[in-house]
């Protein structure tokens, strides 16, 4: 059984048991994070990964990853370290790793972002991505706390607890806090996913 959970920036990932989705959509020049565990013999359809998965499959490597990410990755590693301090270059630094696999060096981008101003709520909801793909469920609800904490009508954060109740075992609250998430956001993408993942319990 599939679910869709957790609500991430800009795509949703499922994983065999349950997905989960962070808030705000990343920025439109990195790629999706997708999941190590939704499809293993499956590669990403981004930017990142276009044309890697060719028949003949050839593994990706240095060779054949395309130019232009190279040059991107090299543009923002180098404007980064030009100012640490500008979060703007770090954030969309920090995105272009998480999507590149480079999930550990995210989140200490994520992290010292933190530093300058703790309540950015968009910078909570990438780490707890990121944590949760680790298998860091604790952390992961930590995160999606604080968030809810700073704004407590963020729709994303709050669809996400549905996702954690289910990966917990609590489809009861899940279901609860789904049904929950369609009334209070009508409107808005997570209410249809919401939905969805209600037909699945």
């Known amino acids: 059984m599939k679910i869709k959970a957790l609500y991430i920036y800009g795509f949703v990932s499922l994983l065999v048991v349950v997905g989960i989705v962070l808030t705000s959509v990343l920025s439109t020049s990195t790629s999706e994070i997708n ?96 944590h949760y793909q680790n298998g860091e469920i604790d952390k992961t609800r930590e995160l999606t706390d604080k968030v809810l904490k700073i704004n407590p009508d963020q729709p994303e954060a709050n669809f996400n607890l549905g996702a954690l109740a289910f990966e917990e075992g609590n489809k009861e609250k899940a279901s609860e806090i789904w049904n929950d998430v369609i009334k209070r956001f009508p409107e808005h993408r997570v209410a249809q996913m919401a939905k969805e993942s209600l037909q699945q319990l």
């Open 35 to 130: 999941d190590p565990h939704a499809g293993l013999n499956m590669m990403p359809q981004d930017d990142v990964h276009q044309g890697l998965n060719s028949p003949g499959g050839e593994q990706p490597g240095k060779s054949n990853v395309r130019k232009e990410f190279l040059e991107r990755m090299e543009t923002l590693k180098n404007s980064y370290e030009e100012n640490t301090s500008d979060t703007t270059v770090a954030k969309e630094y920090a995105d272009f790793l998480a999507s590149a696999h480079g999930q550990k060096k995210a989140m200490e981008l994520f992290y010292n972002i933190l530093q300058y101003d703790p309540n950015r709520t968009d910078i909570l909801m990438r780490l707890s991505l990121l």
